[in-house]
């Protein structure tokens, strides 16, 4: 069963949102060469703490900590330690979420530490997010879940590769329905999928969390010993990015954006919903 929200209840989405649009941005700031991951989840608490809500991975389903910090061929679930010391070089997916109210807010981004980035990594960055504003920009009223899907692995595919060959777009992991629980139905696959069919209806109410996860070799993932940590098998490093979304009766509001979803659905011709709480 798809969780359909209330104007009221978006608005409350809202505000868990723009909390986790907070933990973003301090934690983009404190990802320089010379701190820890964990250092990066103390930042974390501290904005959960500031704004009065709480987190939602901490404990979920066991897991040891407030964000997920995943550095280069860690596609997910990456745990914060005091041993993974950011390079010059390094990439790192921060997933972070929650709570306001019983309501929950989830978004990952990709961030360079340091400089001296290889272009193809600057570019799997850019096609991973790109390819998250054209899920996002496919979520309209009338509209199917397979449409976010195909919009998703559609803007993948037509991204030159440097250097040859195609981008890894991760099977074994996808977006999915959020409301009063984190992760909910439906499941979100970033490509399509004859064996799961069209899926839903989207309407007004239906909220999901889009998050492509792409690698520059293989869409092939396992799981490390910790039974957490998701790497590429080819050891090919990856990017992610995520963005909570309502679609509403005026269209989608990117929940854990801080505008909102305007400027970038403005890009691709969408106009965003209102903001709730402006």
């Given at each position: ?21 907070a ?6 700031e ?41 550095v280069?061929?860690v ?5 914060p ?55 996002i ?15 998703i ?27 009063t629980?984190?992760h ?43 039974e ?8 090919t ?7 909570s979304?309502?679609l509403?009766e ?12 305007k ?16």
């Amino acid at each position: 069963m798809v969780e359909i929200k209330t104007p009221e209840q978006i608005a409350k989405m809202r505000e868990a949102g723009l909390v986790v649009a907070a933990i973003h941005a301090a934690t983009g700031e404190a990802a320089v060469p010379g701190a820890t991951t964990k250092d990066l989840d103390e930042v974390a608490r501290k904005v959960l703490a500031d704004h009065g809500a709480k987190p939602n991975f901490l404990g979920y389903g066991g897991f040891p900590a407030t964000i997920c910090t995943s550095v280069n061929e860690v596609v997910v679930h990456g745990i914060p330690d005091t041993t993974t010391v950011l390079k010059d070089g390094d990439i790192i997916s921060i997933d972070a979420g929650a709570i306001v109210d019983g309501w929950h807010g989830d978004a990952a981004f990709t961030a360079f530490v340091g400089g001296g980035h290889a272009p193809e990594l600057i570019e799997l960055s850019r096609v991973t997010e790109g390819s998250m504003w054209a899920g996002i920009a496919a979520m309209r009223g009338g509209a199917r879940l397979v449409d976010v899907s195909r919009a998703i692995e559609t803007y993948i595919r037509r991204q030159p590769k440097p250097g040859g060959g195609k981008y890894g777009i991760v099977e074994d992991y996808g977006g999915h329905g959020i409301g009063t629980q984190m992760h909910m139905d439906p499941h979100l696959l970033n490509y399509v999928s004859r064996k799961r069919g069209k899926g839903p209806k989207l309407v007004p109410g239906f909220c999901l969390a889009i998050e492509p996860m792409v690698s520059l070799g293989t869409p092939q993932t396992e799981v490390l010993a910790d039974e957490w940590t998701v790497i590429t098998t080819d050891g090919t490093w990856s990017s992610h990015w995520e963005h909570s979304v309502a679609l509403t009766e005026d269209g989608p509001l990117v929940l854990t954006a801080v505008d909102g979803g305007k400027a970038k659905l403005a890009e691709l011709g969408v106009t965003a919903a209102p903001d709730p709480l402006a």
